[in-house]
């Protein structure tokens, strides 16, 4: 049997003296077994959580032997494990075969990270264009049902017209929360990851110390803000209410910095470089015919709004 104690353990402060003062002693995992003549043995691990280490060090199977579970489930990434555990053994084989250093190793698994992502965000592209192409019918639609109340039943009949339309079109009304929908996770594994592997603990970088607590000179936090506004602005967004779209702007960014500033320097790290790509991805995608089409349509979009002739592409 395996046991896993979160808790110290209360030992007197010299065994010599029956009336000694008990002291609290940390203990990070313990190994316990038993014979057949009734006696106890305890074996007692006292180490850093090191997920090798911890794979080498077996309890005392029934034959008396270090035979038993080894002790790897101590250091616990909880349900995000599925992610966060694999992101730590991709961080550490840039860490043993690219570069030597934690922070480089994050920045070059970020880098890797956002190249294998890159065919969403084509995705994400191709679904904006496709929606802002049947905006003016959607809203053609939508002026049809503007005097009914949101409790009127016919309100369905419209939300079944938009479905239609988008379905003719080939618009995937969810393809632009693909990036989130893996990006997320990502962050919370690696979030997970930083709290529990020792290998990044005190971990040098640049100007940072430890990679495992706050950036103390909020550098990075506040790159993250500013990263992630260029995103909110260079990605297009239509479909989304003006007013909606200028408050993911700015609520976002401050939402995620706020976040950075108090976790892990190697978690805002990563988040951080992670936006910078995005930044050159997106101006890239901006300046390609799917990106020209677009600016080009919102464009005369809001000519109409202003009442003044719209430029063509030639």
Not at 30 to 35: K, L, V
Not at 209 to 221: F, G, M
Request: charge should be positive.
């Amino acid at each position: 049997m395996v046991v896993g104690l979160n808790n110290p353990l209360s030992l007197p402060r010299d065994p010599k003296k029956a009336d000694s003062v008990m002291v609290p002693v940390q203990v990070l995992g313990t190994a316990i077994g038993s014979s057949a003549s009734n006696e106890i043995s305890t074996r007692v691990f006292a180490g850093p959580k090191v997920i090798d280490l911890l794979n080498s060090i077996r309890a005392t199977g029934g034959d008396g032997k270090q035979t038993g579970p080894n002790i790897e489930p101590i250091l616990e990434f909880g349900w995000i494990g599925i992610v966060a555990k694999p992101l730590f053994f991709s961080l550490r084989f840039v860490h043993d075969h690219i570069v030597p250093n934690w922070g480089w190793s994050i920045l070059i698994l970020t880098l890797i990270i956002n190249l294998a992502m890159l065919p969403t965000r084509i995705t994400m592209m191709k679904s904006a264009l496709k929606m802002q192409r049947i905006q003016p019918e959607m809203n053609k639609i939508k002026e049809r049902y503007k005097n009914l109340k949101a409790t009127d039943p016919k309100r369905q009949e419209m939300n079944q017209e938009v479905m239609a339309l988008q379905k003719r079109e080939g618009v995937n009304m969810f393809g632009g929360c693909l990036p989130m929908l893996i990006q997320y996770p990502l962050l919370f594994g690696f979030y997970r990851m930083l709290m529990h592997v020792i290998e990044l603990r005190q971990a040098h970088w640049l100007w940072l110390h430890d990679l495992a607590i706050p950036d103390p000179t909020h550098i990075l936090p506040i790159f993250v803000i500013i990263s992630m506004f260029l995103v909110q602005y260079l990605s297009p967004s239509p479909g989304m209410d003006p007013a909606q779209q200028k408050t993911m702007a700015f609520m976002m960014p401050v939402f995620f910095g706020y976040m950075m500033w108090n976790f892990a320097a190697g978690l805002a790290l990563y988040w951080a470089a992670g936006n910078l790509i995005n930044v050159a991805q997106q101006m890239v995608m901006n300046n390609t015919g799917m990106g020209k089409e677009m600016k080009e349509i919102a464009a005369k979009r809001q000519a109409r709004k202003l009442g003044k002739p719209a430029m063509s592409r030639r």
